[in-house]
Structure formats: structure tokens, C-alpha cells
């Protein structure tokens, strides 16, 4: 009994009525471009950030066991040979002056291993702020579209 006069007290409060707010008119617009993205929650919104970082990551990074990577693997995984030179920029060279062949050190392999985890981050990071962007635009939006419905019923 009592918890449910506070509910009523604090919808009272609110101004809300079944199906929306009173400054609508009891109508909410349910017409939103990216309704499905503005109903996410900021541990949804990470959870779809990090699955949309680590998993193309993750399918790259398992490529580069097969051989010659694939385009897809050399694009989502550019950053890395750029961090590796910028932490060591060669090796040793273990060619001729020729036909020089620069080898490997465990600085360079240190390196790699540290870039891939910081690039699925990065896009992890990139994928939370375009996620965040669409559901302020789609909230936005939503809000338009209500100003709209409520001064055209009047």
C-alpha cells in the first residue's frame, strides 16, 4: 500500500500519464530514426562499443596466422606497424648491403603485442563516441518530432 502511493505520488510529480508526459498531451512520439540507439543504456552503449572494437580486432589479429593477411586485417590493424617503428625503428641488419634484411627484436615483438590490444581500445573508444552522437541526435530528434505533434494538435 504504501509503496504504491509514493509511485503515484512521484508520477504525480512527474506529470506523467499513460503513453507519455502531460506537456505532450499523453502522445510520445514512437517514430524515431535511431530509436534503437537511444534506448541504450550507457553499459549498453560499452557493450556494443566493445564488441564493435575487439571483434574485427580479434578476426584480424587471427588472419595474420594464415599466411599473407587479407585487406580487411591490414586496414583494421595499420596502427601497428606504425607504433612499432616509432618504438624501435629497425633491427639488425642481417642481409647484405645489397638486399638489406632487418630482423626482429624482442622491443619490436614488446611492441606489437602492446598495439593490438591499444588499437581494439581505440576503436572500442571511437565506437562508444559515434554511439553516444547518435543517441543525443536520435533524442534530438525524438523531441522535434514531439514539438511537432503537440503544436499541430493544438
Known amino acids: 500500500m504504501r509503496t504504491k502511493a509514493r509511485y503515484e505520488r512521484i508520477v504525480s510529480k512527474l506529470g506523467i500519464v499513460e503513453g507519455g508526459c502531460t506537456a505532450m498531451r499523453g502522445r510520445f512520439p514512437r517514430r524515431g530514426r535511431m530509436k534503437s540507439v537511444a534506448l541504450l543504456s550507457r553499459r549498453g552503449r560499452w557493450l556494443l562499443a566493445a564488441a564493435l572494437g575487439f571483434c574485427p580486432t580479434l578476426v584480424a589479429a587471427r588472419e595474420l596466422n594464415e599466411g599473407e593477411p ?8 595499420a596502427p601497428v606497424p606504425l607504433i612499432v617503428r ?5 633491427g639488425p641488419n642481417v642481409g647484405t648491403v645489397e638486399r638489406p634484411l632487418y630482423e626482429g627484436t624482442p622491443l619490436h615483438l614488446l611492441a606489437a603485442l602492446v598495439a593490438v590490444p591499444l588499437c581494439a581500445a581505440v576503436y572500442t573508444l571511437v565506437a562508444y563516441a559515434l554511439l553516444s552522437l547518435l543517441r543525443r541526435r536520435g533524442a534530438k530528434g525524438a523531441n522535434e518530432a ?8 493544438t
Open 70 to 77: 587479407s585487406a580487411f586485417a591490414r586496414l583494421v590493424l
Open 86 to 90: 616509432l618504438v624501435a625503428p629497425r
Open 146 to 153: 514531439a514539438d511537432t505533434v503537440s503544436t499541430s494538435s
